[in-house]
């Protein structure tokens, strides 16, 4: 069965928890006696998850490569001696 563009807009509303309290209670009463609408909720909510999470790793890896070179190249000497100096105990 094919998901119409009016229900997939339906859905990421939904999930996202946007609009009319109303619409989203619909949404939820629907999902109770349309077990594929309950399964494309849960996929999209998945999706977004997984999408959420490449995000964070990207970012983590961006800023692991940044912190190797600004802590591991002499241009920044002075920089890592004043970061270091606000860590020290």
């Known amino acids: 069965m094919r998901t119409s563009l009016i229900e997939t ?3 990421e509303k939904f999930i996202r928890q946007e ?6 209670l619909f949404i939820e009463a629907r999902m109770q ?5 309950a399964e494309r909720v849960t996929f999209q909510q998945q999706t977004y998850q997984l ?4 995000g964070r790793q990207q ?5 692991s ?5 600004v802590f591991k190249d002499s241009v920044y000497q002075k920089f890592q ?3 270091q100096s606000y860590f020290k105990i």
């Open 59 to 63: 970012l983590r890896a961006e800023i």
């Open 9 to 11: 807009e339906q859905i």
């Open 33 to 37: 006696i349309d077990r594929e609408l």
């Open 65 to 69: 490569r940044v912190q190797k070179k």
């Open 51 to 54: 999408i959420r999470e490449y």
């Open 81 to 83: 001696t004043k970061v």
């Open 19 to 24: 609009g009319d309290i109303s619409k989203r």
